[in-house]
């Protein structure tokens, strides 16, 4: 009677034979031969009912006999030589009409078991199962191109050249504070702005502020650098930090005075001008425009509140003639001045809106002053006032027109509005200069300004060649016939 299979399997374990591997065994290499045989003799145990039974192959021949060892090699020559052939094709029950060819493995069962591929190398059974599991389930990674000379170990030179060319890089490796200098110190000196600023940033996100200003102090180039950065990105109280720690008053000033652009109220920029910018430490005549500013601005919001209400409710006959275009705040001191000579010329000079106290309360010089309210005048077509504007006396009172910006711009700026003939003729025979007051009177047709003046050079060839270019019968062409018949008058030709 045979004994339990448990049973044998029990007695089996507790032999001797069989001891189990540890590591604080002597010999550790004998140990090893003697598990791998332990290992190895599983087949035996595994395969014990198996081992008297003959087996065979798909074709029908012993498996192990010498036709089949022959054809066994053939068939894994040729599929390793030649191209995979089509799929065979199938028969009604789904079964392939032709023999099935046998892959050939690289490990099998028993291999598993033995730990040995057949190329003969060792190889442990969990080796064995995670390197067939992940050559079937996950291919071999690669890194994109782009990524391949990537590494973390460039030098600092090498860092920089890759920077300069667009390359993939990496600053986080520089961590003390003698490599982060020296790599700054590179850039400069590659004078390359991009890099410059670029290594700007990773020091501006690596080091406090205080040492950052100390060691951007001895070096002026990537100070200006990162100056220009932080106003182009507007990092205003960083700017503001750095100017007071180098001590650049005046800089820091014109600075805070920027700020103002951002404010779009009038009420809160006149606020932030008195409050935050007069009083800095400006150069003098920086802190007199900013007192300007505040000034003209103070005096724009009272004027807008004023002329609006009188916009609105149709009280002035100015506003009804020539309606207001745009508000007037925030406007230039010259856009102010023309505005108020446009709308309140005749005020007097105790209102803020007056021309006159314009011109007083900010120096507005005596050219600027009357080439602007010559400009406002003529638009409203007042003649009348510009007459009044370029007329003065002297001191017997004798009165006489006087420009101080040339009498040869006024004509300019009355035609440009397109004053009359007669107003034309007044202004260009008072032009000094005889060339340019011949050629104004004969591009606006002022005739008897061009008779007179050839008259008083007694150039009878020139008024006897303008004689061709006026109407005939017209009074000009008589009043030349009258010069040219006068023997009283000595003739240069």
């Given at each position: 009677?045979?004994?339990?299979?448990?049973?044998?399997?029990?007695?089996?374990?507790n032999?001797?034979?069989?001891?189990?591997?540890?590591?604080e065994?002597?010999?550790?290499?004998?140990?090893?031969?003697?598990?791998?045989r332990?290992?190895?003799s599983?087949?035996?145990?595994?395969?014990?009912?198996?081992?008297?039974?003959?087996?065979?192959?798909w074709?029908?021949?012993?498996v192990?006999?010498i036709?089949?060892?022959?054809?066994?090699?053939?068939s894994?020559?040729?599929?390793a030589t030649?191209?995979?052939?089509?799929?065979?094709?199938k028969?009604?029950?789904?079964n392939?009409?032709?023999?099935?060819?046998?892959?050939?493995?690289?490990?099998?069962?028993?291999?598993l078991?033995?730990?040995?591929?057949k190329?003969?190398?060792?190889q442990s059974?969990?080796?064995?199962?995670?390197?067939?599991?992940?050559?079937?389930?996950?291919?071999?990674?690669?890194?994109?191109?782009?990524d391949?000379?990537?590494?973390?170990d460039?030098?600092?030179?090498?860092?920089?050249?890759?920077?300069?060319?667009?390359?993939?890089?990496?600053?986080?490796?520089?961590?003390?504070?003698t490599?982060?200098?020296?790599?700054l110190d590179?850039?400069?000196?590659?004078?390359?702005?991009?890099v410059?600023?670029a290594?700007?940033?990773?020091?501006k996100?690596?080091?406090?502020r205080?040492?950052?200003?100390?060691?951007?102090?001895?070096?002026?180039?990537?100070?200006?650098h990162?100056?220009?950065?932080?106003?182009e990105m507007?990092?205003?109280?960083?700017?503001?930090d750095?100017?007071?720690?180098?001590?650049?008053a005046?800089e820091?000033?014109?600075?805070?005075?920027?700020?103002?652009?951002?404010?779009?109220?009038?009420?809160?920029r006149r606020?932030?001008?008195k409050?935050k910018?007069?009083?800095?430490?400006?150069?003098?005549?920086?802190?007199?425009?900013?007192?300007?500013?505040y000034?003209?601005?103070e005096?724009?919001?009272?004027i807008?509140?004023?002329?609006?209400?009188?916009e609105?409710?149709?009280?002035?006959?100015?506003?009804?003639?020539?309606p207001?275009?745009?508000?007037?705040?925030?406007?230039?001191?010259?856009?102010?001045l023309?505005?108020?000579?446009?709308?309140?010329?005749?005020e007097g000079?105790?209102t803020?809106?007056?021309?006159a106290?314009?011109?007083?309360?900010?120096?507005?010089?005596?050219?600027?002053?009357?080439?602007?309210?010559?400009?406002?005048?003529?638009?409203?077509?007042d003649?009348?006032?510009?007459?009044?504007?370029l007329?003065?006396?002297?001191w017997?009172?004798?009165?006489?027109?006087?420009?101080?910006?040339?009498?040869?711009?006024v004509?300019?700026?009355?035609?440009?509005?397109?004053?009359?003939?007669?107003?034309?003729?007044?202004?260009?025979?008072?032009v000094?200069?005889?060339d340019?007051?011949?050629t104004?009177?004969?591009?606006?047709?002022?005739?008897?300004?061009?008779?007179?003046t050839?008259?008083?050079?007694k150039?009878r060839?020139?008024?006897?060649?303008?004689?061709?270019k006026v109407?005939?019968?017209?009074?000009?062409?008589?009043k030349?016939?009258?010069?040219?018949?006068?023997?009283?008058i000595?003739?240069?030709?």
């Amino acid at each position: 009677m045979s004994r339990p299979k448990n049973e044998e399997e029990e007695d089996y374990w507790n032999s001797s034979k069989c001891r189990a591997f540890t590591f604080e065994d002597d010999d550790q290499l004998s140990q090893l031969k003697e598990s791998k045989r332990a290992v190895n003799s599983l087949r035996d145990f595994v395969d014990d009912d198996d081992d008297e039974q003959e087996k065979y192959s798909w074709t029908g021949e012993p498996v192990g006999s010498i036709t089949w060892s022959i054809k066994e090699t053939a068939s894994s020559n040729r599929s390793a030589t030649e191209p995979r052939a089509a799929e065979p094709a199938k028969g009604q029950n789904g079964n392939s009409l032709y023999p099935f060819t046998r892959q050939a493995s690289t490990y099998s069962i028993s291999s598993l078991f033995k730990g040995r591929n057949k190329s003969g190398s060792f190889q442990s059974l969990s080796d064995s199962l995670l390197d067939t599991f992940s050559r079937s389930i996950a291919p071999e990674l690669r890194k994109p191109k782009a990524d391949q000379d990537y590494s973390g170990d460039w030098s600092m030179e090498d860092t920089i050249r890759r920077m300069q060319k667009g390359k993939v890089y990496s600053l986080e490796r520089f961590r003390s504070l003698t490599e982060k200098l020296e790599l700054l110190d590179e850039a400069v000196r590659l004078h390359d702005g991009n890099v410059i600023t670029a290594v700007l940033i990773f020091l501006k996100k690596t080091l406090s502020r205080e040492i950052l200003f100390r060691e951007l102090e001895v070096r002026q180039v990537a100070l200006r650098h990162f100056i220009h950065f932080l106003k182009e990105m507007g990092e205003q109280q960083l700017l503001l930090d750095l100017l007071r720690f180098l001590e650049r008053a005046e800089e820091l000033a014109l600075t805070k005075y920027r700020e103002h652009l951002d404010i779009h109220n009038a009420e809160e920029r006149r606020e932030f001008l008195k409050t935050k910018c007069i009083g800095l430490p400006f150069l003098a005549e920086d802190a007199a425009h900013v007192q300007d500013h505040y000034t003209l601005l103070e005096r724009q919001i009272i004027i807008e509140a004023n002329d609006k209400h009188l916009e609105s409710s149709g009280q002035d006959e100015i506003f009804r003639k020539h309606p207001r275009k745009t508000s007037i705040l925030f406007m230039p001191l010259v856009t102010t001045l023309f505005y108020s000579c446009l709308y309140h010329y005749n005020e007097g000079e105790g209102t803020f809106s007056s021309p006159a106290n314009l011109r007083k309360t900010f120096k507005i010089p005596e050219k600027l002053y009357v080439l602007t309210a010559l400009a406002a005048r003529a638009k409203l077509k007042d003649w009348h006032a510009i007459d009044a504007l370029l007329t003065t006396k002297n001191w017997l009172g004798y009165t006489k027109k006087r420009a101080p910006i040339g009498f040869h711009r006024v004509v300019e700026i009355l035609q440009r509005n397109s004053a009359p003939v007669q107003v034309l003729h007044d202004y260009v025979q008072l032009v000094e200069d005889v060339d340019m007051r011949l050629t104004l009177a004969t591009k606006y047709k002022c005739h008897n300004v061009v008779i007179d003046t050839y008259k008083d050079l007694k150039d009878r060839h020139q008024l006897m060649a303008y004689r061709c270019k006026v109407d005939r019968s017209s009074p000009e062409e008589e009043k030349i016939d009258i010069l040219l018949k006068n023997t009283q008058i000595r003739w240069k030709n």
